[in-house]
């Protein structure tokens, strides 16, 4: 049974910074490829970064570009998302997830077939 587990969100005045970090377990890690996702209050959920199984690729949001950093380290299972510079507008829930074909680079949505919980990120201005 895949497992995705989400840490680190936290409240954060704005410009400063938090780091998320995902572990998954129940797949060879270091054949998916990975993403956070954030979702707002009324508001669609969207991909913020997504890193391929191989770490070869990456794709960002337009918005957290030079901001934040996707990351993983497949000898530990983990994902992680470095958020610098924080807005008062990247408030949401955050979402680790999993793509469900290995070695397959895709940032669709649909295509990332095992999620977290969520770790809630707060802002404040």
């Known amino acids: 049974q895949v497992q995705v587990v989400e840490s680190g969100g936290g409240l954060v005045q704005a410009g400063g910074s938090l780091r998320l970090s995902c572990t998954v377990s129940?797949?060879?890690?270091?054949?998916?490829?990975m993403g956070w996702f954030r979702q707002a209050p009324g508001q669609e959920r969207e991909l913020v970064a997504a890193?391929?199984?191989?770490?070869?690729?990456?794709r960002y949001l337009e918005s957290v570009k030079g901001r934040f950093t996707i990351s993983r380290e497949n000898a530990k299972n983990t994902l992680t998302l470095q958020m610098d510079s924080l807005r008062p507008e990247d408030t949401a829930m955050y979402y680790c997830?999993?793509?469900?074909?290995?070695?397959?680079?895709?940032?669709?949505?649909?295509?990332?077939?095992?999620w977290g919980q969520g770790t809630q990120v707060t802002v404040s201005s």
């Open positions: 890193i391929s199984w191989n770490a070869r690729y990456e």
């Open positions: 129940g797949l060879t890690f270091e054949r998916y490829t």
């Open positions: 997830a999993v793509v469900g074909q290995m070695r397959a680079w895709t940032v669709q949505q649909l295509d990332y077939t095992y």
